[in-house]
């Protein structure tokens, strides 16, 4: 239906506004850890050239700095693939993306979930995913189909209520029990809307089932991303302290800029690690 094109249209635009952002800012590092390493293969040949660096010590420089070239092609690459995919799901050009100014979500700390939370999404998805209403909207018309054929043969039969919200698993429950008379006399059809009921509910229960498994996936995974954002994240901060500490060291001579370029090429490729975990 139209809102699931809608919601399917939303989670597109969303997905490739993401993936653009974190295309942009991987080119943005990427130039700069070829500066970083530019300037320390630099230092490295000025050292090779006073007999005070080894073959090794150069060739692994230079290894590095094409290491860091060939990182920001591809990264420019997925940049302009990304751009492409955004402008397609947002009905644009690639040239009116790049005119457009794009903030990223401050994802920097992401908060702990608990139980709770994930009860909640449970609730909300019976409510709101469209799939599950469309599925217990099919159970609902052939539950009610077969309502209207028994009241034709037994006026006195009352059918239980035909699904539940169990509170306590978080999910929708049928109602799929058939009083004993319908079992024995039973006309064609009776017998046939209850064949067409319980097909409905187990198309419902396959459709419940997946969306709620997503769920669950889903803060598994995002319980997973927060653990690693939070490892990168101090690991960023102790070598951002550390190239603090060298460039302060060098202002005083008890350091050489060798040491500080590597320590910032090691922040760079945290703060890497670190958005790729955001």
Known sequence: G???TLWGARAEVRAALLNFLLAD??????????????????????????AAATVSELHAARQQANEAESRRSLDTAAQATASARLAA???????????????RPDIAALPALGRGDVDRARDLALVNRLDVRRALAEYAIAEQDLRAAVASQY?????????????DQHKITLGLDVPVPLFHDA????????????????KFDEVQAAALAAI???????????????????A???????????????AVGAANRGALLSSQIAHVGLQRSALEAR
């Open 2 to 4: 139209f809102g699931e």
């Open 25 to 50: 800012e991987l080119v943005a590092l990427d130039t700069e850890h070829v500066r970083l390493a530019r300037a320390f293969l630099d230092w490295v040949e000025a050292r090779y050239s006073l």
């Open 89 to 103: 799901a947002v009905g644009i050009t690639s040239q009116e993306v790049a005119t457009v100014r794009l903030t």
């Open 155 to 167: 006026p006195d039969i009352t059918l239980a209520p035909g699904y539940l919200l169990d509170q």
């Open 187 to 202: 006309k064609p059809a009776i017998r046939q809307a209850i064949a067409e009921r319980a097909v409905a509910a187990a």
């Open 216 to 234: 669950d996936v889903g803060f598994a995974q995002y319980e997973s991303a927060r653990d690693a954002l939070v490892s990168t994240t101090q």
């Open 236 to 250: 960023e901060r102790a070598a951002a302290e550390s190239a603090a500490a060298l460039e302060r060291q060098l």
